[in-house]
C-alpha cells in the first residue's frame, strides 16, 4: 500500500487527538494555549483517527499500536512517546457476567471504536487463556440501556470508567494487567505518529514530537490541574481519578518497546498482521 500525503502542506497542519480522558494530560496544555502551536486539533475515538491518518487526512497524530502494525510504511513513531500500563489500566476492560474462565464459546461484544484493544483480546484468548468465544461488534451502552445485555463486553476509555462497576457485570479482566501476568511487560495500547509523506514533503518547519513531549511534560508536572479539569463530569472520585492517571505510562521506554514488539510478534504468530514491523521513530 503507497502511502497518503496528507492534504498538501496547507495550514494549520492537522493533529489528531483520541477524545477520552487518558490523554489529557498531553492535549490540555495544547488546547489551552499553554504550549502554543500551529495545528488544527482534531478529535475522534482511536479507529476514526485511524482511518483518517491512513487517508492521509491527518499529519500528527495520536493512534492504535494495531495501525502502525498494519501500515508501518506510512508512519512514523513519536519518539518517547505512547499510552499505556505496566499493569492494570482500569479502561480497557473485560466485562462479564460469569467467570471469564467460562466463556468458552460465549459471545463476547467488542466495539468498532477500538482496534488495539480488540487485538489484545483475541490474543489472550487465543493464546492465553487457550479457548474460543464469540466475538459480535456492537455498543455496550446501547445494549445494556435497552434491557438486553451482553454476556460479555470489551470496553475502553471514558466507558470502562462508567461501567466498570456495573453490578450486572461483577466479573472485571484489566487487560493491562492480563498482558502484564501473561508477558511480564508493559503494554502499549495507544502511539504517536507523523505521516511519513509529511515528513517527505517538507510539512514541518519545527518538530511536531518535540511539541508533544513538551506537552506531556507539562501534563505530568500539573496533575493537579489535570484531576480538576477531569473530574467534571467524571463518575469517578478525586483519589479514583488520582490512582488512574498513576497507572498510565505517557512514555516510550526500554520495557514499553520490547512489550509493543512482542505484541507485534504474538499478532504476526496469529495472522493478523503479515509480519512484526521494526519501529521507526521521526527525527528532524
Known sequence: MSTTTPSSCARPLRLGRIGYLNVLPIYHPLESGIITHEYELVSGPPAVLNNMMARGDLHVSANSSVEYAHRPQNYLLVPDLAIGSRGPVQSVLLLSRRPVEDLADQPVLVSAE????????????RDYYKFPVRYEVGSATGRIASGNPPEAFLAIGDEALRLRNHPEFPYRLDLGEAWRQWTGLPFVFGVWVVSRA??????????????????RNWGELHM????????QGCPLTREELRQY????????????MEGLRLFYHRLAEAGEIPAAPELEFFSM
Open 245 to 256: 492517571y498513576h497507572g498510565l505510562v505517557f512514555h516510550m521506554g526500554f520495557p514499553e
Open 198 to 215: 509529511a515528513a517527505a514533503s517538507g510539512c514541518f518547519t519545527s518538530d511536531p514530537c518535540e511539541l508533544l513531549q513538551r506537552a
Open 114 to 125: 477500538t482496534h488495539t484493544s480488540a487485538a489484545l483480546l483475541r490474543l489472550l484468548f
Open 224 to 231: 493537579d490541574v489535570i484531576l480538576d479539569l477531569t473530574l
